[in-house]
């Protein structure tokens, strides 16, 4: 046997050494996002990292200072508290930048200067000075509200739902494409990305619709945190293949929940724990080790257990994220 040979046997007896204790050759980021515990700040990183979780993503610190208000003191103490637990902050939001901004009530032309855009953008700017200070790879926004999402009852559900993310009006798209070129100037001057999350009450609801952001919008800081139930809530039955295949250059980490859905049209569905739902984790994490991607896994819950326990949903995740990984190894 000459040492080439040696040296493959020693990596695959390795790498079955590991399976079989549980573990999984490729190099899974595994990560939570806080405020599904709804626990103060320290308690909530405490029981992360007893569930063998090392990144982080939040908005806010449950009875403390907003995010963009913090000084530099108490910032650089906010990074501290996760450091020296021996985590990682893998998005930082200050609150949720233009989550609830309806994008049809702002004027194109004056767009930059209307006080809700202005307030939510400085929020996320203030993030982005955090990052940098720190050396945090992203930072996090939403991507503004369908026509009368938070006023009337979604009334622009069934044409989303029918057309697999919905149709863009031509003068919203270039307010859309506006707002994100001036966040990714910020996020260029600052050196850091924007991880953008996909919710199926925002304009990107599906990968199709990130990808036609991003492209038009032309810069390498804006990124996803991929919502694969999200994309399947919102219409895009081929999230796993077709889905991953649009997004796959843009991903900086994955938004992990579950769901069934009940009737498409008429926006019933069920959240699920992890892996026991619609959409098919399965091939998206053999997706994610076959492309050697080292994005971040985030594990969210929404779905609650019998008991209505937060940290008892996260538990089950956890675990149900893990057993996927295994057979995805």
Known sequence: MNRRQFLAGAALASAAAANAAGQTSHPWKIGMYL????????????????????????????????????????????????????????????????????????????????????????????????????????VGAFTFAWPGEYTAGKPTWPMRWATRGGIIAPVDEEKWVKAFRIVAERAERHGVDVALAMMPWNYTNTTGNFRRLVEKTGSRRLKVMWGPADNWNSGEADVATSGFANIRPYLHGLHL???????????KFDYK???????????????????????????????????????????????NLRRLLEKAA
């Open 35 to 138: 405020g599904e515990l709804d626990l103060p700040f320290d308690d909530s990183l405490d029981q992360a990292r007893e569930l063998g979780v090392k990144y982080v993503w939040f908005n806010s610190l449950k009875g403390e200072r907003e995010i963009a208000a913090m000084t530099e003191a108490e910032a650089d103490r906010m990074v501290e508290r996760v450091t020296r637990r021996g985590m990682e902050i893998f998005v930082l939001n200050a609150g949720n930048p233009f989550k609830g901004i309806h994008l049809e009530e702002l004027d194109l032309k004056t767009l930059p200067d209307q006080p809700a855009f202005r307030k939510e953008l400085g929020d996320l700017t203030r993030s982005m000075e955090i990052a940098a200070r720190h050396k945090l790879p992203a």
């Open 257 to 267: 929940k579950d769901l069934h859905v009940v009737d498409g049209a008429n926006l």
């Open 273 to 319: 724990p992890l892996g026991e739902g619609d959409v098919d984790y399965a091939t998206i994490f053999r997706k994610l080790r076959e492309n050697r991607s080292d994005v971040y896994l985030s594990v969210s819950t929404h779905f609650r257990p019998a008991s209505g326990s937060r940290l008892e949903a996260m538990r089950i995740n956890i675990a």
